[in-house]
Every structure is written in C-alpha cells, then in structure tokens.
T-cell receptor, first 114, second 109 residues
Framework: NAGVMQNPRHLVRRRGQEARLRCSPMKGHSHVYWYRQLPEEGLKFMVYLQKENIIDESGMPKERFSAEFPKEGPSILRIQQVVRGDSAAYFC????????????FGSGTRLTVV | GENVEQHPSTLSVQEGDSAVIKCTYSDSASNYFPWYKQELGKRPQLIIDIRSNVGEKKDQRIAVTLNKTAKHFSLHITETQPEDSAVYFCAGTGNMLTFGGGTRLMVKP
C-alpha cells in the first residue's frame, strides 16, 4: 500500500500565478481532508471531500481557493493568484470513512510564493 | 464547531524524565481523540488514540488518559529519549479532526 501520495513535494510560484496540489488517498479510502500548516504553527482544517462531493469547506478561504475530488483521479487543491501569505505546507489526509479510524497523512506539498 | 486547546506550547525535559501534554475540547459529542507526532519537515504520524468509552490506553512508553466529564485528555511519555523530540498534536472530532496548537517537546540528552 503506497500510502497517501501528494505531489509535488515542493512548489515555487510567483505572486499572481496558480498553484495546483494533488493528493491520491490510500487504496480503499474515500474520504480526503486538506490542512494548511504555516511555519511553526499548527494544522488548520481547510476542506473535507468525498468522491465528487464537498462535505465541509468551512476552513477554506472564500476567494482564490477551490478543491475537488473527482470520480476518477486525485483530489486537487487549487489556489489562484497566489500571494506571499499562501506560503505554507499543505497536507492531505485520507480515511476509509468515519473519524474513528483516524487519518493517514501524506508527506505534504511545501508551497513557496516568491 | 470543535475547539481544542493544548498546553504547554513548549516542553523541555531531561532524557529519562516523563513528559505530560494536556488538551481540552469543547464539543461534548467528540468521541475519538488521536495524538500525532510531527518531526521537523515530515508528516504528522498517529502515535496513539483513545475512544470515548475508554478512560486510559497505554502503548509501551506512551499512554493517553481521557476525562469526558471534564472534557480533557492527556498524553504521557515515560522514560523520554532524544528521538521523542518533535511537535505533538492532539485532536478532537466533529465533522473532521480539529487539532490543538501543538507542543514542541525537546528531550535533552
């Protein structure tokens, strides 16, 4: 089992560009969660998705950020018109369904906006 | 939604001593409380968890206790070793895991 796969591991974007972060959950996991971690800070919830559905996006900024988890393929977190404040580590986690199984985290994508 | 507070934010102990990290939560419906360890530059990894029908759980040198009445739970690490140095996060459950702010544990050899 390959675990939760995130790519790219590192992403550098200039201000105003778009960033696309990908997450493939563990085999058999249908629930995906995205978290953002600013340097030296905690894990802040952004969005919770199941296949083709956004279940909870209460932690995601209303502007410039969007997420999807299509029927086929990985989950995508998209940040449009990036700004310096978007520089952070973005972690994806997956679970088989129900939080009592806990999450498995991916290795994260470290986004740097220059 | 759930609100999780974690203390202390930093903790320094001598190798071989015990370390205790405490968390409180707000949602009485929370029923699952995991703890994650995150080493520098790496992913958070689950180290132990406890469900609401259990008061204590132990796994070798780590243990977690839960007081549902008071809505707090704690992580206990005994006989600390330098490799225990990391940031530890507690979490409570609502629709998703809500994490505490983290505790940076430093174990001095």
């Amino acid at each position: 089992n390959a675990g939760v796969m995130q790519n790219p591991r590192h992403l550098v974007r200039r201000r105003g560009q778009e960033a696309r972060l990908r997450c493939s959950p563990m085999k058999g996991h249908s629930h995906v969660y995205w978290y953002r971690q600013l340097p030296e800070e905690g894990l802040k919830f952004m969005v919770y998705l199941q296949k083709e559905n956004i279940i909870d996006e209460s932690g995601m900024p209303k502007e410039r950020f969007s997420a999807e988890f299509p029927k086929e393929g990985p989950s995508i977190l998209r940040i449009q018109q990036v700004v310096r404040g978007d520089s952070a580590a973005y972690f994806c986690a997956s679970s088989p369904g129900g939080l009592e199984y806990g999450y498995t985290f991916g290795s994260g994508t470290r986004l740097t906006v220059v | 939604g759930e609100n999780v507070e974690q203390h202390p934010s930093t903790l320094s102990v001598q190798e071989g001593d015990s370390a205790v990290i405490k968390c409180t939560y707000s949602d009485s419906a929370s029923n699952y409380f995991p703890w994650y360890k995150q080493e520098l530059g790496k992913r958070p990894q689950l180290i132990i968890d406890i469900r609401s029908n259990v008061g204590e759980k132990k796994d070798q040198r780590i243990a977690v206790t839960l007081n549902k009445t008071a809505k707090h739970f704690s992580l206990h690490i005994t006989e600390t070793q330098p490799e225990d140095s990391a940031v530890y996060f507690c979490a409570g459950t609502g629709n998703m895991l809500t994490f505490g702010g983290g505790t940076r544990l430093m174990v001095k050899p």
